[in-house]
């Protein structure tokens, strides 16, 4: 045991200090630090940390040795990012002392008080701390550096070191007390004009010329740093090495630790710019609504709103600081007040004047198309006309384009009725025929596609908001139209997407819709906590007496769907639902997800209850072929494939392109015996049947379907196959309490129990990066697994959080689903009850050391399945300007000169040359029909892309977003390029109920097959 905080000096080894919670040390043989305990004079607020200090002994720092010879490629690269790590840390233990030393100290020398100590020590807060910390984690790292060639071994050292609660504590009281750092130099800069010299001297000093503010913040950005560079340690460790696991519980907890941090960090800002808000408003209903409690801060951003005039002219534009709020969106003035060389020192924070505020719900965002809007009075519709102006140069804005699509779509008709009047000549003429005719009408069919595309394009970075104003004289009430000029497409979609899901948040079933049944209640759901978006029934009223199985996701890109639609629709493509029962039918429901709410468009009845579904992505080309070297024999393209398996034994292989749903193969497995489950990887289809074993199917030669032919048996025991999980080199099948391991192509296998009682059998796996979470048949944990050295790592109870609010179902819980889905495990229980659980989602080891959540909806019976849905946008959506240099090519090669006019005329205004597919008439038969026969017609023009042969039909695909002739797969996108993910759950079971304390609230049919949709927030990565 440590002694209470005295003012003795004792000293401690290693060893032992690892052991205490809130010391900072680490085994490392005989080396010994001396502790200095005594309550600090500071503050109060510092009772309880241990001022740790080295002893007299000098430590030198950590030094890698000379490499030596006869390492392998991997060695040589794992000790270069140690050296990095070495290197990295001692620059960031140098920046800490350098504030320390260089800043604080002098700033506290009574001689030379430039301000109070009073203001002084409230901004260097909790940095001696943290120097503390990592000055005995790099006296730990020199010993373990010089051990290196013989143990290679660093992962254990950094779980050690910050694991640590202090860590977490000293880092997150820290990050908390930046903000009000920042503040209190901006306010001395301004007050204390020797303070501001102070710090210009300091920098004007520094060989690098970092300024405080760029020393403060090295704290904030230390753990991505340490994630990075450990990401690449683990990349060149191989999977046998003692140090790979240890790698990944040092990636999990540094994960962990900076998520934390960053939360913290985000709400201290928040709270910051709400509280100078609040500050800046004249209006006190405002004031008083800003100050409660129950608003949040989802997004503020500075955006340029711009007023246009009616020919297109920018007529202001100025920059404004617009906050969406929970249920408030509020556009303000920025009014930045302080000397102008403060800024580069520290950022100066911005004062608001509020120009307008509006309710969420009443606001409504306007796309390119949509300029008449409805409101609120059935009789008065307000229409704005808006511009675009890009690049310094002005383009036809929204309304005069839609003018000009009017034009187009008018002249075609014109055009269709001459061309029906044309082939009605008697005579034959090479210039005046229904082959002119046609011609003519594919132009005009290319322009009004370029025509959308410009429309489509100024819709990209516009965001139009109708926003209610005050009534007029009458007590009508009036909108008026906003236009923001967001920094970019990415912007955009970011502000549409928040506005839509703070929206739902509004909903009474989202009034909370999440609650921490580990602290009852207390904690504060997050906005980017999961959204009850919908929930539908399943099957008409005549088939509810089937049970569901299991649900996959389809994926498939929409091309009509527009830039708002795609930014709040959910996950682009179709949710398969597959059901069965006792009879001897089963059934696949299929919904589109094109739009805000799924909608059943197919029904495929089957001859047997299907018990399980497998969507097979269509296997990837190599590298080389990517790059341009064509193989001599390519397979043949079938896409990406849905597997369904049958209770008679029968599996069906569908194309995914369409909702056709077209059976492209139908195969028996040997024996007839049920398939349970399916699991599929790049090579093989992997079948778990009743009998205990599994199908191994690999692709036909030349094909991308399987070969019924190529079935091979691995026998995994005696009784039904529960569940496969397919990892990178092999799948995991269970039987009872045993998991067994098959290894790829050759089919090894290795068992191990994951359960103590035999008669428990894994129901569930879900795999996240270095681990297996695992369901079981009875009872009401879930445990976790390495995937590679099958150690049970962790186990979790989740009976406390699914029994909270479910008065009158305090029954055993038990897990039906598992789920894995932007860092949370999802658990659906027998009750019908959700919870969600934090979990890492970097390569880590998926350890859950976080506050679950569990959902206020919830189902009657057993949640029967969970599924995730994602789609990504479209890459064309991020792009400033798509298509507009295609549109100026096509104005430079459709625009030609008239040459056929007199010379002395003045060339009359250029027009449009209608010419698709053809160039000359001259090949047409009849003779040129001309006022002036012997003069030729002007030469056709030369071949440019616009004129290229091609289809110019653009009407192919149906106007119904849920269904079309040929869907695409999602495109593969450029290298290097953020990809923007949306993101829902689906759960499935019966009925509906909302939980309330205490009480408990069923709507609708509680036998009902229901889904219950869950929208997340749009995300951004690499």
Avoid at 640 to 661: F, M, P, R
Wanted: one cysteine or more; glycine letters at 6%.
């Amino acid at each position: 045991m440590l002694p209470a905080p005295t003012t003795v000096l004792t000293d401690y080894p290693f060893n032992t200090l690892l052991h205490h919670p809130n010391i900072f040390c680490l085994s490392s043989g005989s080396l010994t630090v001396r502790v200095l305990c005594f309550p600090t004079e500071e503050n109060d607020d510092d009772a309880g940390y241990l001022d740790v200090t080295v002893s007299e002994v000098k430590h030198p720092p950590p030094q890698l040795s000379p490499m030596p010879e006869g390492l392998s490629p991997q060695q040589v690269i794992r000790r270069h990012i140690l050296g990095s790590i070495v290197q990295s840390e001692t620059s960031y233990v140098d920046s800490l002392k350098r504030i320390l030393e260089e800043y604080q100290k002098p700033l506290l020398q009574p001689e030379a008080r430039i301000l109070s100590e009073r203001k002084v020590r409230p901004i260097f807060y909790r940095l001696r701390e943290i120097l503390q910390c990592h000055s005995m984690f790099q006296i730990a790292m020199a010993s373990r550096v010089a051990e290196w060639d013989v143990s290679e071994k660093i992962g254990d050292l950094f779980v050690a070191s910050f694991s640590k609660s202090m860590v977490l504590d000293v880092y997150s009281e820290y990050v908390n007390n930046f903000t009000n750092a920042m503040e209190l130099i901006k306010k001395a800069c301004i007050s204390k004009p020797a303070f501001l010299e102070f710090l210009k001297k300091k920098q004007a000093s520094s060989p690098d010329r970092i300024t405080l503010y760029g020393l403060m913040v090295k704290p904030i950005q230390r753990f991505p740093q340490f994630i990075l560079l450990l990401q690449d340690m683990l990349k060149n460790t191989p999977r046998d090495h003692p140090d790979r696991l240890s790698l990944q519980l040092a990636l999990t907890e540094l994960e962990t630790l900076a998520e934390r941090l960053n939360e913290q960090k985000r709400v201290a800002d928040q709270v910051a710019e709400i509280q100078q808000l609040a500050r800046s408003v004249g209006d006190r209903q405002l004031t008083k609504l800003l100050n409660s409690d129950q608003r949040q801060l989802i997004l503020c951003e500075v955006l340029i709103e711009t007023v246009y005039g009616e020919k297109g002219q920018v007529l202001k534009s100025k920059e404004r600081k617009v906050f969406l709020l929970n249920d408030t969106l509020i556009c303000a003035n920025i009014n930045i007040k302080g000397p102008p060389d403060i800024s580069s020192l520290v950022p100066i924070g911005p004062k608001y004047t509020v120009k307008w505020s509006a309710p969420l719900l009443q606001t409504q965002v306007v796309e390119v198309g949509q300029d008449s809007f409805q409101n609120k009075d059935p009789g008065k519709r307000l229409i704005m006309k808006i511009e675009l102006c890009v690049s310094g140069k002005v383009f036809l804005g929204p309304p005069r384009l839609y003018q000009d699509l009017d034009e187009l779509q008018h002249d075609l008709s014109v055009v269709e009725q001459v061309t029906l009047l044309v082939g009605t000549l008697q005579g034959t003429y090479q210039n005046l025929n229904t082959a002119v005719g046609q011609d003519w009408c594919l132009a005009l069919q290319r322009l009004i596609r370029i025509k959308e595309e410009e429309i489509q394009c100024a819709n990209k970075c516009r965001l139009r908001l109708a926003v209610p104003g005050k009534p007029d004289k009458s007590g009508r009430p009036v909108n008026f139209m906003v236009v923001f000029n967001t920094p970019s497409p990415l912007s955009k979609i970011y502000w549409v997407n928040r506005l839509h899901l703070a929206k739902i948040a509004q909903r009474e079933e989202n009034s909370p819709g999440w609650v921490c049944a580990e602290d009852d209640g207390k904690t504060r759901p997050p906005f980017w906590c999961p959204l009850l978006a919908c929930r539908i029934p399943i099957f008409c009223p005549k088939t509810q007496d089937l049970k569901l199985e299991a649900a996959l996701h389809n994926p498939v890109q929409c091309s009509l769907l527009g830039f708002s639609a795609a930014s709040t629709s959910l996950p682009q493509g179709y949710l398969w639902v597959a059901s069965g029962g006792d009879s001897n039918q089963g059934q696949v429901e299929i919904f589109s997800l094109n739009r805000s709410t799924p909608r059943a468009v197919k029904s495929i009845q089957l001859g047997a209850p299907v018990l399980c579904l497998d969507h097979v992505t269509e296997p990837c080309p190599r590298e080389e072929q990517e790059e341009g070297e064509v193989a001599a024999k390519s397979t043949a393209r079938t896409g990406n494939t849905i597997c369904v398996g049958l209770q008679d034994g029968s599996i069906h292989v569908y194309g995914s392109v369409d909702t056709a749903a077209q059976v492209l193969l139908t195969f028996s497995t040997p024996d007839s015996c049920p398939v349970l489950c399916l699991k599929h990887s790049d090579s093989f289809l992997f079948a778990g049947l009743g009998n205990g074993k599994v199908a191994v199917y690999a692709r036909k030669s030349g094909e991308g379907l399987w070969d019924p032919e190529s079935c091979r048996l691995v026998t995994v025991g005696n009784g039904p196959i529960c569940t496969l999980l397919t990892l990178e080199n092999a799948v995991w099948a269970s039987i009872a309490n045993h998991v067994t391991v098959i290894q790829g192509s050759s089919l090894h296998t290795q068992g191990f129990e994951v359960h103590p009682e035999p008669g428990v059998s894994v129901t569930h796996m879900v795999l996240a990066g270095g681990g297996v979470w695992m369901a079981f048949s009875e009872g009401s944990s879930i445990r976790l697994f390495h995937t590679e050295t099958l150690e049970h790592l962790q186990e979790i109870n989740i009976s406390t959080r699914s029994t909270f609010l479910n008065p009158g179902h305090q029954g055993v819980v038990r897990v039906t689903s598992l789920l894995i889905c932007q860092g949370l495990l999802w658990v659906g229980t027998a009750q019908g009850i959700v919870v969600t659980l934090p979990v890492p989602k970097l390569e880590g080891i998926p350890k859950i050391t976080g506050k679950g959540m569990t959902s206020l909806n919830a189902h009657c019976g057993p949640v029967d399945f969970l599924v995730a849905t994602s789609s990504t946008l479209s890459p064309d959506m991020l792009k400033r300007e798509s298509g507009e240099r295609r549109n100026e090519w096509s104005r430079e090669s459709l625009s030609q000169p008239d040459c056929s006019s007199p010379q002395g005329e003045p060339p009359r205004a250029k027009g449009v040359l209608l010419q698709y597919r053809l160039r000359s008439t001259s090949k047409l038969p009849g003779k040129l029909l001309t006022a002036e026969p012997n003069q030729s017609p002007c030469g056709a023009p030369l071949e440019t892309p616009e004129h290229s042969p091609e289809d110019g039909s653009i009407y192919e695909l149906s106007e119904d977003p849920d269904v079309w002739v040929r869907g695409q797969p999602p495109t593969r996108e450029g290298r290097g390029k953020d990809k923007v993910t949306s993101v829902a759950v689906f759960s499935g079971g019966r009925g509906f109920r909302r939980l309330g304390e205490g009480t408990t609230a069923v709507n609708g049919d509680p036998n009902e097959n229901t889904l219950m949709v869950w929208q997340l927030p749009l995300t951004v990565c690499p």
